[in-house]
């Protein structure tokens, strides 16, 4: 299981060894007051009143409960996703799991032995690396194009993902609206996967975390209907939409064919997410949910407002789709990832935090992702002109 592909012992040993500096230095600074962190996907939202509301003095919150997940998250949950456009979903389809993380984990260990291949659409979440890995598969990272923005023509897609097509090959990766991109798969982009997992019998593993931070009319889970449904895992979480992501409240949508063993695969991982953590989620569901998830979306462009026009001359990037990332194309400041590492280094010092791009992909190593949505309006204002200022 190759942790880093086409580079020799010694090279991962520096890299490894560099990055691990890297972490040491930025969980430090985070510690100082007034530090703007905006390398990690979080949201600073509380969750809405109706799930603060519970009372923990409730026994069932403290207790099992179902490993497949309580059966009215289950049924809500099937409901929420027709806002998106996966309608007619079976709830017995639905799997309330350990964030998205641990439903893109069982869906990897329903369809993944050691020794197959999966191409992932890069740049991407980068956990879906690991997560195959360590299940003892290969991750084939095809990236969608060098800059990291999804070009409006899907020919190029295509033509990558078939070149990197074998006989190994059983599923395609992909995160949609993009995580660091902020990109979106448009229909004709879609179509091209559907196509190639029919024609290949692949599985589709759907990352859909941002689905309610699109920032015009698409409806991202539209796609997955009729036999592309048949082979499709889709993956929504609680973290983004009702700011829960300590809590580990994850949706996993199965196909089928894979709805009698995601229960026995969870039985031996997490068991089930946490009770009060669904709770929560059910309760944000049963309020004005509509109104929150709008608040939360006003929030998140304003956030992408707000870093586009304080960074705009100083780096080169895509103004966002949807999501919560500006990705900083940097190649031009960086000749290597060392050197980008390095002004990395001096945003640290500035009291600022970009994630690296190599962990979205190999072929991103002198890129660098802003989330928008980490901290208030103030403190983001804040750390983005930090940024401009180690940029000047």
């Known amino acids: 299981m190759p942790a880093f592909?086409?580079?020799s012992a010694h090279a991962r040993s520096i890299r490894a060894s560099t990055f691990e500096a890297f972490a040491a230095k930025l969980r430090a600074k985070a510690q100082e007051p007034g530090f703007a962190p905006l390398h990690l996907g979080d949201v600073h939202l509380l969750p809405p009143p109706s799930a603060r509301a519970l009372n923990l003095d409730d026994p069932s919150l403290h207790r099992y409960g179902p490993v497949t997940g309580e059966p009215a998250l289950r049924e809500a949950g099937a409901a929420d996703l027709s806002r998106f456009g996966l309608s007619g979903v079976d709830p017995a389809d639905v799997f309330v799991c350990a964030g998205a993380t641990g439903g893109l984990d069982l869906a990897l260990n329903a369809t993944c032995e050691p020794g197959d291949e999966v191409l992932v659409l890069t740049p991407t979440w980068p956990l879906i690396l690991g997560l195959l890995q360590r299940r003892g598969c290969t991750p084939v990272q095809v990236d969608v194009d060098p800059s990291g923005w999804l070009t409006d023509d899907p020919a190029p897609l295509r033509e990558a993902l078939v070149a990197a097509l074998s006989e190994r090959t059983v599923g395609i990766s992909l995160c949609n609206p993009n995580n660091p991109g902020g990109f979106i798969y448009g229909r004709e982009h879609l179509a091209v996967v559907a196509e190639l997992a029919r024609a290949h019998d692949l599985w589709i593993y759907y990352d859909?975390?941002?689905?309610?931070l699109t920032f015009g009319e698409e409806r991202v889970l539209?796609?997955?209907q009729g036999p592309v449904a048949e082979r499709t895992f889709v993956v929504t979480s609680f973290s983004k939409?009702?700011?829960l992501a300590g809590h580990r409240v994850g949706l996993l949508t199965s196909p089928p064919a894979a709805r009698d063993l995601i229960p026995r695969l969870q039985t031996h991982s997490t068991?089930?997410?946490a009770s009060i953590g669904q709770r929560m989620a059910l309760a944000a569901l049963g309020g004005n949910h509509a109104k929150e998830r709008e608040r939360r979306l006003r929030v998140a462009r304003m956030g992408a407002r707000l870093a586009s026009e304080f960074l705009r001359g100083a780096v080169d990037f895509h103004a966002p789709a949807g999501g919560a990332f500006l990705l900083l194309d940097l190649?031009?400041?960086a000749a290597d990832e060392a050197e980008l590492l390095a002004l990395l280094d001096r945003c640290l010092d500035a009291g600022v935090?970009?994630?690296p791009g190599s962990a979205f992909g190999d072929r991103f190593g002198r890129f660098a992702r802003l989330c928008f949505t980490a901290t208030p309006p103030d403190?983001?204002?804040e750390g983005v002109k930090r940024v401009r200022a180690v940029l000047r």
């Open 208 to 212: 859909a975390v941002y689905v309610d």
């Open 5 to 7: 592909p086409r580079t």
């Open 331 to 333: 190649r031009e400041r």
């Open 222 to 224: 539209g796609f997955v």
């Open 271 to 273: 068991y089930h997410a």
């Open 379 to 381: 403190l983001l204002i």
């Open 353 to 355: 935090s970009l994630a």
């Open 241 to 243: 939409s009702f700011g």
